[in-house]
């Protein structure tokens, strides 16, 4: 399980895919990609859409994404993206009243409860007080993360003495 902060943009697609019948459908699908800009992120898209459509498609939305940050599973099973609202709880010292602020995630898992789990593994590790809210299966087919390029002087962490 790992996390990263991005800027994530959420980008919908068109293209016509062809069933196991023959037939071709046209279908809309949404992906995430994290970029720097708009413009980047339609180019990365455009990049990694070309891996998996080998007609033409059309780029029909791209705007921020709503989540703070995503979840990522290693799990083999890991096929499904679920949006999961989490209240972080703080007292104000004034007033002594609770106070709960919501923040959106991206959570990879392969069933609900596997989500819930991921959320509660990662969580775990910190010492903030938050409650689930919600957590809700997407329509997003996948998550392209921006894969940093090693550096000619990038060392391994680890080296074989």
């Not at 800027?7 to 069933?19: D, L, N, P, R, S």
């Not at 609770?98 to 990879?108: D, I």
């Amino acid at each position: 399980m790992r996390s990263r902060t991005a800027i994530w943009f959420e980008c919908k697609i068109a293209y016509e895919k062809v069933q196991e019948d023959g037939l071709q459908k046209k279908v809309n699908e949404s992906y995430v990609v994290d970029a720097l800009s708009f413009t980047e992120a339609e180019n990365r898209i455009m990049e990694e859409m070309s891996s998996y459509i080998s007609g033409e498609f059309t780029i029909k939305d791209i705007k921020i994404a709503p989540y703070k940050e995503i979840f990522f599973s290693d799990e083999e099973m890991a096929d499904r993206w679920y949006k999961a609202k989490l209240e972080f709880i703080t007292i104000d010292e004034k007033t002594e009243k609770e106070k709960r602020s919501a923040v959106n995630y991206l959570v990879q898992a392969g069933t609900l409860k596997g989500a819930v789990g991921n959320i509660e593994s990662v969580m775990g590790t910190t010492m903030i007080d938050y409650v689930i809210a919600s957590v809700n299966e997407t329509k997003l087919m996948d998550v392209f993360e921006y894969a940093k390029k090693a550096e000619p002087d990038d060392k391994p962490e680890f080296e074989q003495q």
